[in-house]
C-alpha cells in the first residue's frame, strides 16, 4: 500500500475509533441503551395540534389563570406547580371548596412521554387530562359552557385567540382551551439529566455511584417496568405483585383502574409512574403516604420484586434515582388580562 493511502486509512481508523463513547466498552451503557431513551432537548410534537408560538403562549396564560375555576383560586398550576417539580408536594391535593382529591398529584413535567394521564389512565393524552381537571366538581368545579364565557368575559383574551386561531370566527371554544393547555404543557419537559448526558455518551456524566445504582436497578428487575425515555409511563401494573404493601398505602376502597375498565383483572392496577425527577416529588405512591424515597424503593422491592433490599441496595438505587433530574422549565409569569364587569363574578 502506498504511504499516502496508508496514512489516509489510518487517520479514518483512528477518527471512528475516537468517535466510539468510551462509555460503549461498557456492558452496563449497552443494557441502558437497549431499555431506556433520552430526554429530548426540544419539546416533541403533538399528534393533530399544530403547535406556534402564539398558542404555547395563550396555553401558558390559561395554566396559571385561576378564573378556569369556579371559585378563581386554582389554577392547573396550583396542583402542577411548576417550581416544585410538577406537583404540589401534598399527599392529596385540595381542589373546588377544600375538597381533597383521592389521590396524589401526578407530575406535570414529561408527561408528554407518557401512554396515558393520571394513575389510572383515564386521559389517553394531555388534552383529555387538561379538560378534565377543568369540569371536575372536585378540582377546578367548572362546566365546558362555564370556562367558555369566563374566557369570554375577559376582553383581553380575544385578541389572544384570534391570532392563535386564524381561520375560526368564534375561536374561544372549550376544544381550543384544552389543547392550548396541552400544547404548553408538552413544552414542561427537563432534559439534559446527568443519567440523559451518559445515556448520550459523556461517560463522566453519572458518578460511580449513580452507575451502581442503575445497575442493580436493572438486575434487581425495576427497569422491568420503570423503562423508556421516562423510566416509567408506559405499562399498568398491579400494586402488589408479590405482597400487598398494607392499607395505608394501597387503601383497599380505591381499586385503581378498575374504576376506568369494569375488569377484574385490572384491581389495584396503576399507572407505572415515571422515575424522572423523582428526588423532587415527595410524596410517593398513589396514597402519598411514603415521604422517604428510600422507604418508597424499599417498598417497590418487596411488593414488586419479592425481594428485600439491602440497605446498601437501597441507597445505590436512590443515587441512581438523583441522576434523573433534568434540567427544570424556566418559565416567566404570564401577566394576565384584567377581568372587567362583563366576566363572571367567581362562585367560592
Not at 432534559?191 to 463522566?204: C, K, V, Y
Not at 398513589?286 to 441496595?313: C, F, I, N, P, Y
Request: aromatic share 8%; glycine share 8%; proline share 8%.
Amino acid at each position: 500500500m502506498e504511504m499516502s493511502k496508508r496514512v489516509a486509512f489510518v487517520a479514518v481508523a483512528l477518527s471512528w475509533f475516537v468517535s466510539v463513547p468510551a462509555v460503549a466498552q461498557d456492558g452496563l451503557w449497552d443494557e441502558a441503551r437497549r431499555l431506556f431513551q433520552p430526554i429530548p432537548l426540544a419539546p416533541p410534537a403533538i399528534k393533530g395540534i399544530e403547535s406556534t408560538p402564539s398558542r404555547v403562549e395563550l396555553g401558558k396564560m390559561l395554566y396559571f389563570d385561576p378564573r378556569l375555576s369556579e371559585s378563581h383560586t386554582i389554577s392547573c398550576n396550583s396542583c402542577h406547580i411548576v417550581g416544585l417539580g410538577g406537583v404540589d408536594v401534598l399527599e392529596n391535593s385540595i381542589g373546588h371548596r377544600w375538597q381533597r382529591g383521592a389521590r396524589n398529584v401526578p407530575t406535570v413535567l414529561n408527561a408528554v412521554f407518557n401512554t396515558a394521564q393520571f394513575w389510572d389512565g383515564r386521559a389517553t393524552d394531555l388534552e383529555e387530562q387538561a379538560g378534565g381537571r377543568l369540569v371536575d366538581h372536585s378540582a377546578m368545579g367548572s362546566t365546558r359552557e362555564h370556562v367558555v364565557e369566563q374566557i369570554k368575559g375577559v376582553s383581553g383574551y380575544l385578541g389572544r385567540f384570534r391570532e392563535a386561531f386564524p381561520g375560526q370566527d368564534d375561536p374561544i371554544r372549550f376544544e381550543n382551551v384544552q389543547n392550548l393547555i396541552a400544547l404548553f404543557e408538552a413544552t414542561l419537559i427537563t432534559p439534559d439529566a446527568p443519567f440523559d448526558r451518559w445515556l448520550r455518551g459523556q461517560e463522566n456524566a453519572m458518578t460511580r455511584e449513580e452507575r451502581d445504582g442503575l445497575e442493580v436497578f436493572i438486575r434487581k428487575g425495576c427497569a422491568n417496568c420503570h423503562n423508556g425515555i421516562n423510566v416509567g409511563g408506559g405499562m399498568y401494573a398491579p400494586f402488589g405483585v408479590v405482597e400487598q404493601p398494607g392499607a395505608e398505602l394501597l387503601p383497599p376502597t380505591d381499586k385503581g383502574r378498575f374504576e376506568v375498565t369494569k375488569t377484574a383483572t385490572d384491581e389495584y392496577v396503576f399507572k407505572v409512574p415515571t422515575l424522572r425527577n423523582v428526588v423532587l416529588t415527595p410524596p410517593y405512591f398513589h396514597s402519598g403516604k411514603a415521604w422517604d424515597l428510600r422507604q418508597a424503593v424499599a417498598v417497590m422491592g418487596t411488593a414488586q420484586l419479592g425481594a428485600s433490599l439491602s440497605a446498601a441496595e437501597v441507597d445505590k438505587i436512590v443515587a441512581f434515582l438523583h441522576s434523573l433530574s433534568g434540567r427544570q422549565p424556566e418559565i416567566t409569569y404570564p401577566f394576565l388580562p384584567p377581568s372587567g364587569p362583563e366576566t363572571p363574578r367567581p362562585r367560592p
